[in-house]
């Protein structure tokens, strides 16, 4: 089976932090996903990574970046916490041979 | 663009009644379709995709949905639902043009109330 763990289930932080949140797939998939999840907006694509140092913005990257240093691992990087990231954040995989993303159990973050 | 819509923000329906949760979407060519749910505070796990052949497709949980590509639309369906089905249901749609990114793009969500 595919594992996708992300480092934490809930967060909590304060304004100005900076905040780290970490992925790790164990299937060898190429491509991977961090999503911002809030009520009534569904999932919104912040950045994904098709290969090691290699990323792409996705449609809300801004007061995000991300790091991939190595194929299993990807991470989502908060510079600078503020209250309107308060949130539940995704990660997902993809590997050509599935045609489908596996999803991570998600970290809820508040940000005081 | 492309874009999904799911119209309905919740579906109510008492247990052992059919259950249906729409999906539309919008894309150039022609798409990969996709349904996951999410219990709650949980991630997402995949229910059942399209990607060619039957338009009819079973999935997990005795969860179905029908591609139909005239109305651009991709329902789920349930013959008998069960209160353990409540949960959040998203439809995601890829272009099978945008190559091997795997990007998805999703609806906003349909919550679905199964009553005792």
């Known amino acids: 089976d595919v594992k996708v763990t992300q480092s934490s289930r809930y967060l909590v932080k304060r304004t100005g932090e900076k905040v780290f949140l970490e992925c790790v797939q164990d299937?060898?998939?190429?491509?991977m996903f961090w999503y911002r999840q809030d009520p009534g907006l569904g999932l919104r694509l912040i950045y994904f990574s098709y290969d090691v140092k290699m990323k792409e913005k996705g449609d809300i990257p801004e007061g995000y970046s991300v790091s991939r240093e190595k194929k299993e691992r990807f991470s989502l990087i908060l510079e600078s916490a503020s209250t309107n990231q308060t949130s539940m954040y995704l990660c997902a995989s993809w590997g050509l041979a599935y045609n489908e993303q596996f999803f991570g159990p998600g970290t809820r973050l508040t940000v005081l | 663009a492309q874009s999904v819509a799911q119209p309905e923000d919740q579906v109510n329906v008492a247990e052992g009644n059919p259950l249906t949760v729409k999906c539309t979407y919008s894309?150039?060519?022609?798409?990969?379709l996709f349904w996951y749910v999410q219990y709650p505070n949980r991630g997402l796990q995949f229910l059942l995709k399209y990607i060619t052949g039957d338009n009819l497709v079973k999935g997990s949980y005795g969860f179905e949905a029908e591609f139909n590509k005239s109305q651009t639309s991709f329902h789920l369906k349930k013959p008998s639902a069960l209160v353990s089905d409540s949960a959040l249901y998203f439809c995601?749609?890829?272009?099978?043009?945008?190559?091997?990114?795997?990007?998805?793009?999703f609806g906003q969500g349909t919550t679905l109330q199964v009553k005792p």
């Open positions: 995601a749609v890829r272009d099978r043009g945008s190559g091997n990114t795997g990007k998805l793009i």
């Open positions: 299937m060898d998939h190429e491509n």
């Open positions: 894309v150039s060519g022609n798409p990969y």
